[in-house]
């Protein structure tokens, strides 16, 4: 049998292939899980394969996973994380004292909170940006050097759109990198490093894996310079990577990866436009639909859907939502997404006294379950 061409392929195709083409051994279809820790050397005390001394720097249960990822990012490089944060964390700390950091005032609050913190104690310098305001990058860009633009689009919990390729052309007039944190995108919808960003960031516990069931994060370069080869070193020498059996349960949640974004996006579309004129609904915040200030953008970056977050602001305010999100039954009152079962969330109460979310708010993680489901829940949830 000939080898197929990857690179012909749609997304769809490479991913339900897993990255992985039959066993010459034995021909099995499914890349086998291995948990070894260390690898043997040969007769002259060479290594079998120069990638494998030890599995903190490298395992083979990393690469399916791995070389999906890269496949559909375009990436040189892809590396896996043992979280998100650990993935955030270490293009941070690839950077240098003094060197200056731009993000989101609104971001995934969990790394907001990490970077703060690292940067105050390490002598970085972190300033923030307001992405629904449409200067706002620019000017904080041209306030000062920097080294890294941190971004993420859709941002949460709003889903404001940042126009990667927009903000790319000022970061690297400034001389700096570019971190796109594409959770919520994922690598089927929008693809930052064709857009020019130089590093995309996940976290792989939400839509990657895609089933709650793992911990996992990733990172992928555009060009595999020096600087990635300090991300990976650090990755190494800190130790913060994937178990091996994590790295085989995310390999085959990627597999479905299109048909669960697919059923996502369409489930999370019905929904808005359902709540979109809603009498205890105030604002519905989807960037598919045309009333949301990042539509324009969205549309012209997004591919093939507008992702399956979204948030309600609930007319009766924070004890309204509150309630809510406790009424539910079949969306799961529980933090996280990208999960095949949909989850509510209370944001402000998850992100506590300093969260910059309106109480009002209720973040909507949408699964593939059936959506006349998932609106009745949320019929009943609001009405009684
Ligand atoms: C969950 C999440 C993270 C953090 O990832 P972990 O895997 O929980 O460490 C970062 N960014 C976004 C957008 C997320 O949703």
């Not at 690469?63 to 496949?71: D, G, K, N, T």
């Not at 609104?106 to 913190?117: D, P, S, T």
Request: aromatic residues 6%; negative net charge; charged residues 20%.
């Amino acid at each position: 049998m000939s080898q197929l061409d990857e690179s012909q392929l749609a997304p769809a195709t490479r991913l339900a292939h897993g990255g992985h083409s039959p066993d010459a051994n034995d021909g099995s279809v499914v890349p086998a899980w291995q948990p070894s820790a260390t690898f043997a050397r040969d007769d002259n005390y060479a290594l079998r394969d120069a990638r494998y001394n030890y599995a903190r720097y490298d395992t083979p249960s990393w690469h399916p996973a791995e070389s999906m990822l890269a496949s559909l990012e375009g990436a040189q490089d892809a590396r896996l994380f043992a979280s998100g944060t650990a993935a955030g964390a270490a293009i941070v700390q690839a950077l240098g004292r003094g060197d200056r950091i731009v993000a989101p005032r609104v971001m995934y609050h969990g790394l907001r909170a990490w970077m703060i913190e690292y940067c105050a104690q390490w002598g970085l310098q972190l300033d923030f940006f307001d992405a629904a305001e449409a200067s706002s990058l620019e000017r904080t860009l041209k306030a000062a050097p920097m080294a890294m633009l941190w971004i993420e689009t859709p941002n949460n919990p709003t889903w404001d759109v940042i126009d990667i390729e927009a903000a790319v052309a000022l970061a690297h007039a400034a001389g700096a990198r570019v971190v796109v944190d594409s959770t919520v995108a994922t690598p089927l919808l929008t693809q930052p490093l064709a857009l020019g960003a130089d590093l995309v960031f996940h976290s792989a516990t939400k839509y990657l894996n895609g089933h709650s069931d793992v911990v996992a994060g990733a990172a992928a370069c555009r060009e595999n310079d020096a600087f990635w080869q300090r991300v990976v070193a650090i990755r190494g020498s800190q130790g913060a990577v994937l178990g091996s059996f994590e790295a085989w349960l995310l390999q085959r949640g990627m597999r479905t990866l299109s048909v669960r974004v697919r059923a996502a996006c369409d489930n999370a579309l019905t929904i808005a436009r359902h709540f979109e004129h809603h009498e205890r609904i105030s604002a519905v915040l989807y960037p598919g639909l045309s009333s949301h200030p990042g539509h324009a953008v969205a549309a012209r970056q997004m591919r093939g859907g507008f992702g399956g977050m979204l948030s309600l602001r609930v007319a009766g305010g924070r004890e309204a939502a509150l309630a809510a999100a406790t009424r539910c039954r079949v969306f799961l009152p529980a933090t996280s997404l990208g999960g095949v079962e949909s989850l509510i969330e209370h944001r402000a109460s998850i992100e506590g006294p300093d969260s910059p979310i309106p109480g009002d708010l209720l973040r909507l993680s949408v699964g593939i379950e059936a959506v006349e489901d998932l609106i009745a829940d949320l019929e009943q949830a609001l009405s009684a």
